[in-house]
Each structure stands twice: as structure tokens, then as C-alpha cells.
């Protein structure tokens, strides 16, 4: 009886051990994350600020608007300035919504293209962007392009 009293609470205390320790491997996983994300934002930022003055851009701060900002000095530099209201409308409309959000993605790329090329780098560098792993070759572009002397 003692025995088997002993030996159950040695299996519980070894899961709740096990737990923790898992629990204790994700925050710690989240944390690299978390940090990885601030950082490529950060540099990011940096990176289209430059190449916003480069483009003679009047604002090149709005590069730290997060999510939009980078794309918002792509579009400004690709002289298309009406897609984005086009596309805006159809997040509003249901099921349309989805081939609203494709169309952002394709017209993203296509906008950073012409970006490339207004700073006169290639502009087949903005379709590692949507290539996932190869995404990480995209970083180092957008750094070429914003401190790169030409």
C-alpha cells in the first residue's frame, strides 16, 4: 500500500515536471520569436526609410507604420496610386474578400518591383518575397537597396 502510494506520486510529480519543462521550452520559444519579429521590424523600418529618401519621397517616416508602411512607400514610388482603393473595397464585400487579398499579395510584389527600380536595383528582387524560406535573401535585398551607394 505504501509502496504504490509512493509510486504514484513519484509518476505525478516526474508529469508535472515534464510539464513545466514544456511550458518553460514554449515561453522561452515564444520570447526568440517575439524578439526575432521586433527585430527584422526594426531593420526593416530602417531599411524603407532609406529607400524612401532615396525615392525623394516628403515622408519617408512612414515607414514605421507597422504591416502597411513598407507597402505604403512601394506604391507611392510604383505611381499606381489607385490600386490600393480598388482593392480596399473589395475587403469589404463578402467571399470577394479572398480575391481581394490575393490581389494585394500580386500587386505587394509588383510594387516593390517597380520600387526596386526606382532606386535602380532589379526589380525581379521583389519576388523573393512571397518565396517562403527564400524570403531571408529578400531582407538582404532590401538592405542592398537602401545602403547600397549608386
Known amino acids: 500500500m505504501f509502496l504504490d502510494t509512493a509510486v504514484t506520486?513519484?509518476?505525478?510529480?516526474?508529469?508535472?515536471?515534464?510539464?513545466?519543462?514544456?511550458?518553460?521550452?514554449?515561453?522561452?520559444?515564444f520570447l526568440v520569436v517575439f524578439l526575432l519579429i521586433i527585430g527584422i521590424y526594426i531593420y526593416m523600418s530602417f531599411a524603407f526609410m532609406a529607400i524612401a529618401k532615396?525615392?525623394?519621397?516628403?515622408?519617408?517616416g512612414i515607414a514605421w507604420i507597422p504591416g502597411v508602411g513598407p507597402l505604403?512607400?512601394?506604391?507611392?514610388?510604383?505611381?499606381?496610386?489607385?490600386w490600393p482603393?480598388?482593392?480596399?473595397?473589395?475587403?469589404?464585400?463578402?467571399?470577394?474578400?479572398?480575391?481581394?487579398?490575393?490581389?494585394?499579395?500580386?500587386?505587394?510584389?509588383?510594387?516593390?518591383?517597380k520600387l526596386f527600380e526606382v532606386v535602380k536595383k532589379p526589380g525581379w528582387w521583389a519576388i523573393f518575397m512571397v518565396i517562403p524560406i527564400?524570403?531571408?535573401v529578400y531582407l538582404v535585398f532590401v538592405g542592398i537597396a537602401a545602403w547600397s551607394s549608386d
Do not use: Y
Not at 86 to 108: E, K, R, T
Open 72 to 82: 505604403i512607400i512601394a506604391f507611392r514610388s510604383s505611381k499606381m496610386h489607385w
Open 54 to 60: 532615396k525615392a525623394s519621397q516628403s515622408s519617408p
Open 9 to 29: 506520486s513519484i509518476q505525478q510529480s516526474s508529469n508535472s515536471g515534464f510539464l513545466t519543462g514544456l511550458l518553460a521550452l514554449g515561453i522561452v520559444l
Open 134 to 136: 527564400l524570403n531571408l
Open 85 to 113: 482603393w480598388l482593392l480596399m473595397i473589395g475587403f469589404f464585400i463578402p467571399f470577394v474578400n479572398i480575391a481581394a487579398d490575393i490581389a494585394f499579395a500580386i500587386f505587394g510584389v509588383i510594387w516593390m518591383w
